[in-house]
């Protein structure tokens, strides 16, 4: 029996399975929580532990990673963590093949969940597909002819730091009105408690729920509190909405995928979000484009299921 | 001595190009040009016979075209031409395979020059490259992995109609601010006219040329009058290359592909444009999205090229 180990590393959460080649269910799966304070020597030591466990004395045919954080996918290292130390330049797929003797591959979150829609979710039989995550960030992976594209730094899909409001707020990467700036759940609470300080009125419903917390009010707040009719949530999702289908319609006249996945916490804000995305997204790309927008299905086992498919791409390679 | 036959079929001016596999110079090289009213079977035939006599006897082992319209690439069928009546579907490959008894590839020209850049121009040695005419209007084609990426309906690289500023001035498509609105030379001219017309005073090199001929001022003439310092012609060249900067910076962090190339008469219009074009698509574009852009070095010949490249390509095949 062949089995592939698939390995997905979050920032504080990770997440072990063991597939059978050909399988569509996992015969083990396991989560484990990072305690404060831990660094990246802890996380692997605790990672290669309970992968031991999992797979019960059988050796890997192959094994695939997803990896919160920049990766040079070409010789499957990672660059950095933005939130455990120690990750720094570490050659996670060379320790990997070393430990367990076996070939190891290793992307970024985001294209190994785009992997994961493609192969085994809502991309299945899909030639092109943009998956796009709505979540305290945003961000993105292609699948091109079947195939994750990188680009040439390995920093393509970055759909959350394109510009669609050249005038609007300012973004901590530094320029004014891209994606993530308008339509993460982060930012969106950002500007929620900003204009809650400046006009209690703004947002009765939010203002009646945070006003001694402010601190508190994030992105499923809002959602909430729009489907009650904030005013001021209402408002803040419509542009959150508006400017991804923006980048989406830009997206599609530059490289007319067949199918846009979206996942992440942002995307379960309720039928107006996303008839408003929709909308906007027709209506900024050229009318022969063609194209529609879904729902991820996969939901937090996107990456894990294209680490799968990461390793079962390995196998195909042999 | 295997040699390949090259067509461009542009609106009213057509050119054919013989070469010899692994030459890099036209064994025969002719354009010509058509009468006003001709149509899809009069170029035909002009092109069929001119062809003969430049084959002078020889069968062609392949056929690369560019074609100056959207074309079914994957049959080989020209969709239509927006300047030449009589061109609706037909079947150019076939009509063509038919004719010389050869295999034969049929593209539109963004995507052909895009492929002639690529492999004979400024793009050689490039895995991904987005190459973009700038002229009348503003189109592109992309080379994935030394390949032209078509998308699924065959419209990948319009980035003229990607939106950069939502409130600007609206575009034939219907949309606000899309680049070929802004960047264009047929809209800077407009708006240009509409400018003058309103207060003389604000260009006075173009007013002082074009008073008595508004109708004739061209993006030509706002290049040349922008060398000379009028304010108009000057702001309408910082705007063109500052929405086409950001329209590049966006297609940087979406694909991140290693080189932009630049061709159509716009891109002659001086230092100045390409200043204002790197330093917004620098801005735009995330640190860590590397790229240059580069001036075209075919010049009205890339979609020549890019057609003998198609036919060797269908060497390569066999």
């Not at 107006?272 to 991820?296: C, N, S």
């Not at 937090?300 to 791409?313: E, K």
């Amino acid at each position: 029996m062949t089995s592939i180990l698939a390995l997905d590393f979050g920032g504080t959460k990770h997440t072990l399975g063991v597939l059978e080649e050909g399988g569509r269910e996992w015969r083990a799966r396991q989560q484990v929580f990072s305690p404060p304070g831990a660094d990246a020597r802890y996380d692997l030591e605790t990672v290669f532990k309970l992968a031991r466990q999992l797979l019960n004395g059988n050796q890997p045919a192959a094994i695939g990673v997803s990896f919160g954080g920049p990766v040079d996918a070409s010789t499957s290292t990672v660059r950095l963590s933005h939130h455990v130390p120690g990750w720094e330049n570490i050659p996670l797929g060379k320790i990997l093949r070393e430990e367990f003797n076996a070939p190891a591959q290793v992307d970024n979150d985001a294209n190994v969940a785009a992997l994961g829609e493609g192969r085994f979710g809502v991309g299945q039989g899909m030639r092109s597909i943009f998956y796009i995550t709505v979540s305290t960030g945003v961000g993105g992976g292609w699948l091109l002819d079947g195939q994750i594209w990188r680009g040439s730094d390995g920093m393509a899909g970055e759909i959350g730091h394109t510009v669609v409001q050249p005038d609007g707020p300012t973004c901590l990467c530094g320029k004014r009105g891209c994606v993530e700036r308008l339509a993460s759940g982060r930012y969106m609470a950002l500007d929620a408690r900003l204009r809650l300080q400046e006009d209690s009125k703004a947002g009765p419903t939010l203002w009646n729920e945070y006003s001694d917390h402010l601190e508190a009010l994030d992105g499923k707040a809002l959602s909430r509190a729009a489907s009650q009719g904030d005013p001021l949530a209402c408002q803040l999702l419509e542009r959150s909405a508006w400017a991804l289908g923006v980048g989406i319609g830009n997206a599609a006249n530059l490289l007319n995928p067949q199918r846009f996945i979206l996942g992440g916490g942002v995307t379960k804000a309720g039928e107006a979000w996303w008839q408003t995305l929709r909308v906007t997204a027709r209506q900024t790309a050229l009318p022969e484009v063609h194209f529609d927008i879904l729902q991820a299905v996969l939901g937090d086992d996107a990456p894990l299921w294209g680490a799968a498919a990461l390793a079962l791409d390995l196998l195909m390679a042999r």
